[in-house]
Nanobody, 117 residues
Framework: VHLVESGGGFVQPGGSLRLSCAAS????????MSWHRQAPGLERELVAI????????EYADSVKGRFTISRNTASQMVFLQMANLKAEDTAVYYC???????????WGHGTQVTVTS
């Protein structure tokens, strides 16, 4: 599985961005799909996840009501729609596909999001 994120950039507080993650490889729908982020000096944290069974997504408390994770199985894409961005959302955002029962976890290279006035 190969993942490529895009859509990061600079945005003012209160603005919006949509991150995309293009996945290549088989069995796309069998993976749990998630977005994580890592700010300078901090550990990588889970932002949002949608499980392989397509159940209700889960979000970090810090982004609930502002971020939405979604996927398009036909195009093998995972998205993170981010709204009402705050300075503390500044980080490198990473896409992850995981198949826990097989011990698989695949990461993209990350995309930088900077929220600044």
């Amino acid at each position: 599985v190969h993942l490529v994120e895009s859509g990061g950039g600079f945005v003012q507080p209160g603005g919006s961005l949509r991150l995309s993650c293009a996945a290549s490889g088989p069995f796309f729908t069998w993976y749990d799909m998630s977005w994580h982020r890592q700010a300078p000096g901090l550990e990588r944290e889970l932002v949002a996840i949608i499980s392989s069974d397509g159940g209700s997504p889960e979000y970090a408390d810090s982004v609930k009501g502002r971020f939405t994770i979604s996927r398009n199985t036909a195009s093998q894409m995972v998205f993170l729609q981010m709204a009402n961005l705050k300075a503390e959302d500044t980080a490198v955002y990473y896409c992850n596909l995981a198949w826990p029962s097989r011990g698989e976890s695949h990461w993209g290279h990350g995309t930088q999001v900077t929220v600044t006035s």
